[in-house]
Nanobody, 115 residues
Framework: QVELVESGGGLVQPGGSLRLSCAAS????????MGWYRQAPGKERELVAA???????NYADSVKGRFTISRDSAKNTMYLQMNSLQPEDTAAYYC?????????WGKGTLVTVSS
């Protein structure tokens, strides 16, 4: 079993920044890939950013150059630094990993970008 707990969401003005955290109940070094997804009201969940066990990353086109995924293995925590936030970034953000073929999700943290 893996428990993932997100934090760091909130209300921010356009152009602002937030850093999301995802704390895992197991060593993240044992995960092949970890990722951040988001789901806006009325829309499907979409991949925002992912990081492989080797450290390679990929991003959705809509966030390239603005968001950065990172991890701290010593803290078993993954991060998403979000800069230059825009209203269209408003969504619930979820942490995900797959461990022994099973998908695990956190409960999400809400990000609202509004003036």
């Amino acid at each position: 079993q893996v428990e993932l707990v997100e934090s760091g969401g909130g209300l921010v003005q356009p152009g602002g920044s937030l850093r999301l955290s995802c704390a895992a109940s197991r060593s993240i070094s044992s995960f092949n890939t970890m990722g951040w997804y988001r789901q806006a009201p009325g829309k499907e969940r979409e991949l925002v950013a992912a990081m492989s066990g080797s450290g390679s990353t990929n991003y959705a086109d809509s966030v390239k150059g603005r968001f950065t995924i990172s991890r701290d293995s010593a803290k078993n925590t993954m991060y998403l630094q979000m800069n230059s936030l825009q209203p269209e970034d408003t969504a619930a953000y979820y942490c995900n990993t797959k461990w022994f073929g099973v998908d695990y999700w956190g409960k999400g943290t809400l990000v609202t970008v509004s003036s």
